[in-house]
């Protein structure tokens, strides 16, 4: 933890008479703010204050930045659902929400009613519970399940998971496999999402009812709708989310992205296959760069080790530091701590204490968690890792740079989910609404006459840039899709993948998807 003399110097001007008194309710509030400055983890915050005195557990938040909001609390379930629509829309809900989970957690005389709040909050904040393989996240499943609802005549509020879950029984909605044929919640990795305790972000439930109403207004009202997210693509519908029979349109399915949307994310292997290059995937591509990315590690290991210097003084957290550090990949990614160690070390860095886990006991986890929370941009490193991925992917790509020209319409295919059957894109609370074609349509219209494209490779802050220019011989340029290189976990955390993103000249991609067609 940060020294307490330059706490509480910085607190002493924040109180008008100079001198902090840790009895006074409003300097407790301001001292919660300095602590914060000080990166004082909110458990550390709270436990604090509440060991000075009992004011303090009143104020957990600090309400110097925060006006009195009337209506929230944390002493029972509804009153922590009414919270969650009451700041719902505040740009700091985030900060309110962890200061009543953690009050309704630490509270001396917790009830039952606080600990119901507290697994609202739980479930608010963490919605992207451990998956198993395959298996939905939260968000992706309320936000896909409750268009499709309200596309399909139901209204609801979605207060929580049952609420959801009384429209598979009354048929509104349907899950399906890639046959289509009905798979019944029971038994489902999903069914947890259908339970009391189980709460859909109000943002997620605003964002449903906007995309309901602007599908409706270009399809209208849905019939037999289903939630085609089980199928992983393989159904005729392909990768829509949704898909029903639609009163002004007829059968098709819809692809959905919760709020400002984003394009198809291909693993670095298929990103590499898609252009004509030797698949890069897994072990096959780490094992083929392995010099580089040593060296990498190298870089990586030398800035860490000069930041842990930095941070702590600890003669036993530096010995268990320097035990554990490493120079090449493999060994770096494979080193494992201790649950002793890892206490140490946590502590004499000022890190929350984590809980003895599969992920948390790998000394590359502790690494990656300094970094972020004392340099989440890293300037040097990202000149460093900037360096080595040049190396790799500016090599790789000038190589294949006929192969990769071939592919650039295929590429921009797959990340605009061209596939089999015509579908619509909807995203941006409904703002965001393409017609996406199928590949035989597309193809038919969109030839080699027409289609042009051009491609660029470019150093980021997060990783390696792949920018795919798009646009028509008529029109000229369109959009661009950036599909960036990155470790995708976090800084030197597992081998690095891909995320796609897109800017668009026009205001969107009718130009070469074409207009609303069957």
């Not at 519970?129 to 298996?135: I, P, T, Y």
């Not at 992920?359 to 340099?375: G, L, S, V």
């Not at 080699?448 to 990783?463: C, N, R, T, V």
Request: glycine share 8%; net charge positive; with cysteine.
């Amino acid at each position: 933890m940060t020294n307490l003399n330059n706490i509480l110097n910085d607190l002493s001007v924040r109180v008008k008479s100079g001198i902090p008194d840790l009895t006074n309710e409003q300097h407790l509030i301001k001292l919660f703010d300095v602590l914060k400055e000080h990166k004082w983890p909110i458990n550390a915050r709270v436990e604090l204050l509440q060991n000075l005195t009992e004011a303090g557990e009143k104020h957990y938040w600090p309400q110097t930045k925060l006006p009195y909001i009337e209506g929230i609390g944390y002493k029972s379930k509804e009153e922590a659902i009414k919270t969650l629509e009451l700041v719902d829309n505040r740009s700091d809900k985030k900060d309110i929400i962890e200061t009543l989970m953690n009050r309704a957690e630490f509270h001396n005389k917790q009830t039952q009613g606080m600990r119901d709040a507290h697994a609202v909050f739980k479930s608010y904040l963490a919605p992207q519970l451990k998956e198993a393989k395959g298996d939905t996240s939260s968000t992706t499943f309320y936000h896909e399940v409750m268009t499709g609802i309200l596309v399909g005549g139901g209204n609801s509020s979605f207060k929580d998971g049952e609420e959801v879950g009384k429209f598979f029984k009354n048929g509104t909605i349907k899950a399906v496999n890639a046959s289509l044929g009905t798979e019944p919640p029971k038994g489902q990795k999903w069914e947890r999402f259908l339970q009391k305790d189980s709460i859909p972000k109000p943002a997620l439930v605003s964002d449903a009812k906007n995309l309901s109403t602007r599908i409706k207004k270009e399809l209208g009202k849905g019939k037999n709708m289903m939630w085609t997210g089980p199928t992983n693509d393989g159904s005729k519908f392909g990768a829509a989310d949704i898909a029903g029979k639609f009163s002004g349109y007829g059968e098709v399915g819809i692809s959905l992205k919760a709020g400002v949307g984003q394009l198809k994310n291909l693993t670095l292997g298929t990103f590499t296959k898609i252009l004509g290059l030797k698949e890069l995937k897994g072990a096959e591509f780490l094992k083929k760069y392995n010099k580089n990315f040593n060296s990498m590690t190298k870089d990586w290991m030398k800035l860490i080790d000069g930041l842990f210097g930095r941070l702590t003084k600890d003669s036993d957290a530096k010995k268990i530091f320097k035990r554990h550090s490493k120079s090449t990949w493999d060994a770096y990614q494979k080193e494992i701590l201790t649950e002793e160690e890892l206490d140490i070390l946590t502590d004499a860095v000022g890190l929350p204490k984590m809980k003895y886990a599969a992920k948390t006991k790998k000394f590359k986890y502790f690494c990656r968690k300094i970094q972020e929370k004392n340099h989440p941009q890293w300037k040097e490193w990202q000149v460093k890792r900037g360096k080595h991925f040049n190396d790799i992917f500016s090599e790789m790509f000038a190589k294949e740079e006929n192969n990769i020209r071939q592919n650039l319409s295929t590429l921009f295919k797959r990340q605009l989910s061209v596939g089999k059957t015509s579908l619509f894109y909807a995203a941006k609370g409904g703002k965001t609404f393409w017609f996406i074609p199928s590949e035989k349509l597309y193809d038919k219209e969109m030839g080699p006459d027409k289609f042009i494209a051009d491609y660029e490779l470019q150093e980021s802050q997060a990783g390696y840039k792949f920018l795919l220019d798009v646009g028509t011989q008529e029109l000229g340029g369109i959009g661009t899709i950036i599909v960036e290189i990155r470790f995708a976990k976090g800084q030197m955390d597992g081998a690095p993948d891909v995320k796609s993103s897109y800017k668009l000249m026009t205001s969107d991609w009718s130009g070469l998807l074409g207009a609303f067609r069957k």
